[in-house]
């Protein structure tokens, strides 16, 4: 089982900057992708933005240019740089990983228990 703990969030003004982290623990046997996902009220849960553990990077229109993701492989932790905040970015967000673990050598998503972000106008 993975396990991630997500920190950061909280209330911003459009055009502030927020972060967010989220590291994973468990019985970790390779993490392929992290990232994280949004859901806004009533709406579909859609990406943010991910990372591959080689570093390549996949971001809708919707952010580019204003969030950036990065992430420590040897700590198993991403993070989510968002900058120029739109009150369009409110929702929860979700960190995500795919990984295996020594108990299971085929690959799950795994996600966290999500974290606000309000951008007040």
């Known amino acids: 089982q993975v396990h991630l703990t997500e920190s950061g969030g909280g209330l911003a003004q459009a055009g502030g900057s927020l972060k967010l982290s989220c590291a994973a623990s468990g019985s970790i046997s390779s993490i392929t992708t992290m990232g994280w996902y949004r859901q806004a009220p009533g709406k579909q849960r859609d990406l943010v933005a991910i990372?591959?553990?080689?570093?390549?990077?996949t971001l809708p229109d919707s952010v580019k240019g204003r969030f950036t993701i990065s992430r420590d492989n040897a700590k198993n932790t991403v993070h989510l740089q968002m900058s120029s905040l739109k009150p369009d970015d409110t929702a929860v967000y979700y960190c995500?990983?795919?990984?295996?673990?020594?108990?299971?050598?085929?690959?799950?998503?795994?996600w966290g228990q999500g974290t606000q972000v309000t951008v007040s106008s």
């Open positions: 990372i591959s553990n080689t570093g390549r990077t």
């Open positions: 995500y990983c795919n990984a295996r673990t020594t108990y299971y050598p085929r690959p799950y998503d795994y």
